[in-house]
């Protein structure tokens, strides 16, 4: 990876985690509900040749228990 990679890499793990706060803040004082949808299109593919990327962000309220298993949390970056 060049410097420019590692620059966005860095950046956008910043705004992650400032995301996670936003929202964890948010909801514990009520100033936000706590189902959140944001949705957007990267109008190009690597993966697939012309082709587009979905990137999706959603909320919702859940039972502590189901995390086990397939419900764990899905949000990471990767490399």
Not at 22 to 40: K, S, V
Not at 52 to 78: N, S, W
């Amino acid at each position: 990876m060049n410097d420019n990679t590692n620059f966005r890499r860095e950046r956008i793990e910043k705004l992650l985690f400032e995301l996670r706060y936003e929202i964890e803040r948010g909801m514990i004082e009520g100033d936000i509900e706590e189902t959140l949808n944001f949705r957007f299109i990267v109008p190009i593919s690597k993966c697939i040749s012309g082709d587009i990327v979905l990137c999706e962000f959603h909320t919702k309220p859940t039972h502590r228990y189901m995390l086990a298993g397939d419900m764990q949390p899905k949000l990471r970056v990767v490399k």
